[in-house]
């Protein structure tokens, strides 16, 4: 299926920071767009986070909204943390 990710876990280890890429294919009728700010909504069930444009000091403009549980939050959290400390060394 275009635009999905799909995940594997090690079936010998149960942590699961022990998810290793497979496959990644890009739709190419889906844009790609730059975001310049970001906003985060919670509620019990989850969160969502809007990437927006900055249009002026008080108006933005949402580019994407992407709804997640807490559990993929925090794992989208640990995988971003790990790419950018990656990139700073």
Do not use: C, W
Not at 32 to 41: E, K, L, P
Not at 78 to 83: A, G, N, P, W
């Amino acid at each position: 299926m275009p635009g999905t990710i799909k995940l594997k876990k090690d079936k010998n280890d149960d942590n699961e920071k022990n998810i290793q890429k497979q496959e990644i294919r890009k739709d190419l009728s889906k844009p790609t767009v730059y975001t310049d700010s970001a906003f985060i909504r919670t509620n019990k069930f989850g969160l969502v986070l809007d990437f927006a444009q900055i249009l002026s000091q008080s108006d933005h403009n949402i580019v994407a909204s992407v709804g997640m549980s807490y559990e993929h939050g925090k794992a989208l959290l640990d995988l971003l943390k790990r790419h950018l400390e990656k990139e700073e060394e």
